[in-house]
């Protein structure tokens, strides 16, 4: 028994001590649903501020999709199969809904809170560490996207643009989506010195938007470009959801999950490690 024990005692410690090397100490105190909560209150009295930019996509459906979809007969498919012009462009519009509600909230908001209202400095006063203050920021980003998307889910069916029943599946991947945009986001968000940094959010999500199939087929673009397109996370997301809305799906749609699963990942324990680096020092 006493043997036993002793051997449990080693164990413990090196257990431990692994996992602190992910997340050391003073950095969880578990309390990250209090940052959500928050958000919820704040956000209370301000609703049409935090839905409107669920508009911008619907705007660009009925502009483009239908306006100029007239002009336009069919576009290849994920499949290489025409389909509508509206229904090509509706689900790049909603992984890029997804990608807007997310990084936004989770740049612009939290520096302002961070940098002019010093609310992180008072949240570590209380059992929160930074690591919580990094979930609770990324999950109230990440519950902003899932907004955008749900509402966009909604208009695109009820102008018959779901093809099939997979698309039960495109509201999950949005909220991953949205995840992984928004752990960037924020820890793309320590590094900003000034206000004038946020030009730099722009000019990536900006090109992003524009270029990453989100209006066009991907053979539009020379081989180079098409290299480079393919690398970026807007054009994973609006492969995934074209997939599951066209009814288009395979095991390659594995890949783009594992993506934003590891671009979350990443993303978040950068957050985390760069705000208890610069709050604790």
Do not use: C
Request: hydrophobic fraction near 60%; avoid cysteine.
């Amino acid at each position: 028994m006493t043997q036993t024990l002793e051997n449990a005692n080693n164990a413990a410690p090196a257990s431990v001590g692994l996992l602190w090397r992910v997340i050391p100490p003073g950095l969880y105190g578990g309390k990250a649903s209090m940052l959500v909560e928050r958000g919820a209150l704040v956000n209370r009295r301000a609703w049409f501020v935090l839905i409107g930019g669920a508009f911008e996509p619907i705007l660009f459906l009925w502009s483009l999709g239908l306006g100029f979809g007239q002009f336009v007969t069919a576009v290849a498919g994920p499949d290489g199969q025409p389909v509508s012009y509206a229904a090509f462009v509706a689900p790049a519009l909603l992984a890029a809904s997804a990608m807007n509600g997310a990084v936004y909230d989770a740049t612009f908001n939290v520096f302002f809170k961070f940098k002019y209202a010093k609310l992180y400095d008072a949240m570590l006063a209380t059992p929160m560490g930074p690591l919580d203050i990094a979930m609770g920021e990324i999950a109230w980003a990440l519950l902003r996207g899932g907004l955008y998307s749900a509402g966009f889910l909604g208009v695109m069916l009820g102008m018959g643009l779901i093809f099939s029943p997979w698309a039960l599946l495109a509201l999950p991947a949005a909220l991953l989506v949205a995840f992984a945009f928004a752990a960037v986001g924020m820890a793309a968000t320590t590094f900003m010195r000034s206000w004038q940094d946020f030009d730099l959010v722009q000019l990536a999500v900006l090109p992003m938007f524009l270029f990453s199939t989100t209006f066009f087929p991907l053979s539009v673009y020379p081989g180079w470009l098409q290299t480079v397109v393919t690398w970026t996370p807007l054009y994973h997301a609006i492969e995934l959801m074209r997939g599951l809305t066209l009814g288009v799906v395979g095991w390659g749609m594995l890949g783009h999950v594992a993506y934003f699963a590891v671009l979350a990942a990443v993303g978040t324990v950068v957050a985390a490690r760069r705000l208890g680096k610069l709050l604790l020092n």
